[in-house]
């Protein structure tokens, strides 16, 4: 009968017999591409000569991340070594700090209290489908939807380590929604006199020009940016001759790291350049003027020491007094990008012109999400004067 092949990286039995004075130790090793080696050692006792074939096996095969794990292991030794590998992928940029964050929660106050300590044999998908359609229920469906998100990236990462064959949160049940569907709400934009009016009141409010917000809101009106793209637009973005704005980064707050500047919130969004009217290139040419000599890699809007402007902070301690003084107290730094987005549409630009401007994937998110519904306008009336449908009807015939 022929010896059966071993599993690929593998070695078979060890074998030792004396040689003269000392101990020759061998086995067949199996490489990953099918081949295999012949691993011989000396040492002074048949011990140590098979302890040398050992290291010289370990040498032999190939490294992972996964490797050392078994089916036995814990699933919370799973989870630290997947976590190592993604926060090394972050630091290099692969990924956002954000969603580290994000998952990271995620497994510690909800994941690994439940699966911490089972074996990674124990992790089956009744298991994780009870975990995740406990936490729709009691919580809401994007956090079952993080769960869910942590558990697979980390058994995907036990399949590679060749532990499991198939990952066994890909079979569990769809999370939806639970609770009683409610209207959504329409996107509510601000309309062009809205918006002067606005504009306005900001530039005759001391505490709002203290806070530079009447140049920072006209510059979230010209560039449709998010806020944190806006905040993380450095001078060396601005392209004076070009009239334009190279989209170059997303500014977020990173446990233990502070603010962070990354590639943008995706790849889209985080690979466009933004034309910008000419009012707003006067505005920044001003600006560059008044500060004299700026650091090209520099915020456009600083904080008081010169660094990047903490949103939140921004937004409490200014922008929401602002807005109950003024009486626009609905009116978020978001609604901004819906008004461009409105406003581009009124101009009877293309869903997909608006999408590439706010850096959208997919139109249908820009008419759906950004494009203010619900704004009074006479085209649909004008046009259909322009088709004659009245004829010479009389009246009281």
């Not at 060890?14 to 012949?38: F, N, P, Q």
């Not at 709400?185 to 530039?203: A, G, T």
């Not at 619900?374 to 004659?388: E, K, N, P």
Request: charged share 25%; with cysteine.
């Amino acid at each position: 009968m022929p010896r059966l092949p071993l599993p690929l990286g593998t070695a078979g039995e060890i074998s030792a017999k004396r040689v003269g004075a000392a101990w020759m130790a061998r086995c067949r090793y199996r490489h990953e591409d099918g081949t295999y080696s012949d691993v011989r050692r000396r040492g002074k006792t048949k011990e140590l000569a098979k302890q040398a074939v050992r290291d010289a096996v370990k040498d032999l095969a190939p490294s992972s991340p996964g490797a050392g794990l078994t089916v036995s292991s814990y699933f919370g030794e799973a989870a630290d070594a997947w976590f190592a590998e993604f926060r090394a992928d972050t630091e290099n940029g692969i990924y956002s700090f954000g969603t580290l964050d994000t998952y990271a929660d995620a497994y510690r106050n909800h994941v690994k209290p439940a699966l911490g300590n089972l074996r990674i044999f124990e992790v089956k998908t009744p298991v994780i489908n009870t975990l995740c359609q406990s936490k729709l229920k009691a919580h809401s469906l994007a956090l079952a939807k993080h769960v869910k998100a942590v558990i697979s990236n980390i058994m995907t990462f036990v399949v590679q380590a060749g532990v499991i064959d198939e990952n066994p949160a890909r079979h569990i049940a769809p999370l939806t929604e639970r609770r009683a569907k409610t209207k959504r709400k329409q996107p509510r934009s601000l309309s062009r006199d809205e918006l002067l009016d606005l504009l306005s009141k900001l530039d005759v409010d001391e505490e709002a020009q203290r806070w530079d917000l009447p140049d920072l809101v006209r510059f979230f009106v010209a560039t449709g940016e998010r806020s944190g793209e806006a905040l993380g637009a450095h001078w060396e973005d601005f392209d004076t001759a070009a009239q334009k704005l190279v989209m170059g980064g997303n500014i977020i707050q990173a446990r233990g790291k502070g603010t962070v500047r990354n590639a943008g919130k995706s790849a889209r969004s985080g690979d466009r350049d933004i034309a910008l009217p000419e009012w707003c290139v006067h505005m920044l040419t001003e600006r560059k003027d008044v500060l004299g000599e700026v650091d090209p890699g520099k915020p456009i809007f600083t904080n008081t020491r010169g660094g990047y402007l903490n949103a939140a902070n921004l937004t409490n301690r200014v922008w929401l007094p602002f807005r109950k003084r003024a009486g626009y107290e609905w009116v978020t730094f978001h609604t901004f990008r819906k008004t461009v987005a409105t406003l581009l549409d009124e101009a009877g630009m293309t869903a997909r012109q608006i999408a590439d401007v706010l850096g959208h994937s997919n139109p249908s998110m820009t008419l759906n999400t950004y494009m203010g519904r619900g704004q009074v306008s006479r085209a649909s009336a004008d046009a259909l004067d322009a088709a004659g449908f009245g004829g010479e009807r009389k009246v009281g015939s």
